[in-house]
């Protein structure tokens, strides 16, 4: 069965960090492009930054650009999401997916973070 | 970076046909024929309904279906039923930019 696994999420105080884990297993990890996503409480999707199959090329949306940092661990099956500098508007629940192609499939159960003050 | 453009709110009877538009611009949906469809129930991740505009994943009920016109996308639903309640979004490509996707504004729809 195809599953993928977020963990990390928390509470943290703005200007704070977290990292992200999404543990992938039922297909070959190493042969998708990864994706972040997230969503704002009682919002909508909004994608937030993919990664190649060997982490040689990753893509960002201009909201997180300096401050997220996507990587991979093709030999460990997981994905990971660094976060600094975070700030209130970050708070949402954050999916990580696979791409199959231009589209992502599956998605893991989300992880819901909290930036508060 | 804009949102793909959809309707808040859409509904139907049981049994009855709806279509969820999504517009976009030459840069994502009228650029590509990358556009693909999410269903999303409360509390629970995103599913994947339709990719690549016209194309059903295996599982997905044949009453769901997309297609393109131009800058707009559309998800039709046709003999609603109760459990198509929820939340559908839609997403594209966008080329030359590097937010390489855009999800749409999402929307609710209601099975009266």
């Known amino acids: 069965e195809v599953q993928l696994v977020e963990s990390g999420g928390g509470l943290v105080q703005p200007g704070g960090s977290l990292r992200l884990s999404c543990a992938a297993s039922?297909?070959?990890?190493?042969?998708?492009?990864m994706s972040w996503v997230r969503q704002a409480p009682g919002k909508g999707l909004e994608w937030v930054a993919n990664i190649k199959q060997d982490g040689s090329e990753m893509y960002y949306v201009d909201s997180v650009k300096g401050r997220f940092t996507i990587s991979r661990d093709n030999a460990k099956n997981s994905l990971y999401l660094q976060m600094n500098s975070l700030r209130a508007e970050d708070t949402a629940v954050y999916y990580c997916a696979t791409e199959g192609g231009h589209w992502f499939d599956p998605w893991g159960q989300g992880t819901l973070v909290t930036v508060f003050s | 970076q804009s949102a793909l453009t959809q309707p808040a709110s859409v509904s139907g009877s049981p049994g009855q046909s709806i279509t969820i538009s999504c517009t976009g611009t030459?840069?994502?949906?009228?650029?590509?024929?990358?556009v693909s469809w999410y269903q999303q129930h409360p509390g629970k991740a995103p599913k994947l309904m339709i990719y690549d505009v016209t194309n059903r994943p295996s599982g997905v009920s044949n009453r769901f279906s997309g297609s393109k016109s131009g800058n707009t996308a559309s998800l039709t639903i046709s003999g609603l039923q109760a459990e198509d309640e929820a939340d559908y979004y839609c997403?594209?490509?966008?080329?030359?930019?590097?937010?390489?996707?855009?999800f749409g504004t999402g929307t609710k729809v209601t099975v009266l």
């Open positions: 030459s840069s994502d949906v009228g650029g590509h024929n990358y």
């Open positions: 997403s594209s490509y966008r080329s030359r930019s590097t937010t390489l996707y855009v």
């Open positions: 039922g297909f070959t990890f190493s042969s998708n492009w």
